[in-house]
């Protein structure tokens, strides 16, 4: 149980300083983009819950 902690405060840290260093880029098209950028953003996010959902199932199905 203690990796898993250790394992998601790793992921979590590396979040926070990839959008830190990623925001700190201004994008001078992002306006032009926003119709890019928000079907982006739902196709990671359709990704992402289906499989965190499934590694979910998958940690309570081992434990």
């Known amino acids: 149980m203690e990796i898993m902690i250790?394992?998601?405060?790793?992921?979590?840290?590396?979040?926070?300083?990839s959008t830190l260093?990623?925001?700190g880029k201004?994008?001078?098209n992002y306006t032009s983009s926003t119709k890019r950028n928000t079907t982006?953003?739902?196709?990671i996010y359709a990704v992402?819950?289906?499989l965190s959902l499934?590694?979910?199932?998958i940690?309570?199905?081992?434990?």
């Open 48 to 50: 992402i819950i289906p």
């Open 59 to 63: 940690y309570i199905w081992l434990k």
């Open 26 to 28: 201004p994008d001078e």
């Open 6 to 17: 250790g394992l998601v405060i790793l992921i979590l840290i590396f979040s926070i300083v």
């Open 40 to 43: 982006n953003l739902t196709l």
């Open 21 to 23: 260093f990623i925001t």
């Open 54 to 57: 499934v590694a979910l199932g």
